[in-house]
């Protein structure tokens, strides 16, 4: 799923958009604990939309600007980052989160703190 074309703005290219997960995955620590895993990548060049009528000018002249951008600027060692954040659940909390955690239209909390990571640690 993504999130392309939403009320959240057309992003900029690739450069200046985040990348969120949708699958959750199970991660397992030292002890044999288990938990619920998700991934979230934070661009460092930050979030930057395009006009609707900028957006509707590029799609038709250079559809593959998004691209070829990102081609570009690695080209130049202008190389793009991002920061790679990850969200932690005990697998029993699972069961009783106000939300299904596995629900791909639904987001987990940003403030949401869980405990019991063990090794992992929190978010």
């Given at each position: 799923m993504t999130i392309l074309f939403s009320d959240r703005g057309i992003?900029?290219?690739?450069?200046?958009?985040n990348g969120y997960g949708s699958h959750t995955f199970r991660?397992?620590?030292k002890n044999d604990e288990r938990f619920w895993v998700k991934f979230h990548f934070k661009s460092d060049q930050g979030v930057k939309c395009l006009?609707?009528?900028?957006?509707a000018r590029i799609a038709g002249e250079?559809?593959?600007y998004a691209g070829r951008d990102l081609?570009?600027?690695i080209e130049r060692k202008d190389f793009p980052r991002w920061n790679l954040k990850i969200q932690i659940m005990p697998e029993e909390?699972?069961?009783?989160?106000?939300?299904?955690?596995?629900d791909l239209t639904k987001i987990w909390s940003h403030r949401l703190s869980f405990?019991?990571?063990?090794?992992f640690g929190t978010q």
């Amino acid at each position: 799923m993504t999130i392309l074309f939403s009320d959240r703005g057309i992003p900029d290219g690739y450069h200046f958009m985040n990348g969120y997960g949708s699958h959750t995955f199970r991660f397992w620590n030292k002890n044999d604990e288990r938990f619920w895993v998700k991934f979230h990548f934070k661009s460092d060049q930050g979030v930057k939309c395009l006009a609707g009528e900028e957006a509707a000018r590029i799609a038709g002249e250079d559809p593959d600007y998004a691209g070829r951008d990102l081609f570009d600027s690695i080209e130049r060692k202008d190389f793009p980052r991002w920061n790679l954040k990850i969200q932690i659940m005990p697998e029993e909390d699972a069961d009783t989160y106000n939300v299904n955690p596995f629900d791909l239209t639904k987001i987990w909390s940003h403030r949401l703190s869980f405990n019991r990571c063990g090794s992992f640690g929190t978010q």
